[in-house]
């Protein structure tokens, strides 16, 4: 975890990893809007996050950016 707070650290996961691939930031699954409820719920496991996201959020996030869910929940365990 280090001294960077979770917030930097999903935003540079986010530039690191998801950018360069979905140009579409609009849907990101790191969304500013999104972004916040993560760090606030802290899911760290697929039903936490199922349970704790609401769906309309989760429908205006692109599908195939789910495959950063895995990487993003071990980032949130770090700080939970």
């Known amino acids: 975890a280090g001294s960077k707070g979770l917030r ?7 530039q690191s990893n998801i950018t360069p691939n979905f140009s579409d930031q609009a ?4 969304r500013d ?3 916040e409820r ?3 719920l802290k899911p760290t496991t697929k039903d936490e ?3 704790t996201v609401s769906l309309e959020l989760r429908e ?4 195939k950016q789910m495959q950063y869910l ?5 980032i949130i365990d770090a700080y939970a």
Do not use: N, S
Request: aromatic share 14%; glycine share 4%.
């Open 60 to 63: 205006q996030t692109d599908g």
């Open 27 to 30: 849907r990101c699954i790191l």
């Open 8 to 14: 930097e650290e999903l935003i540079e996961y986010r």
């Open 49 to 51: 996050f199922y349970k």
């Open 70 to 74: 895995e990487d993003i929940f071990e």
């Open 38 to 40: 993560l760090i606030i």
């Open 33 to 35: 809007e999104l972004l």
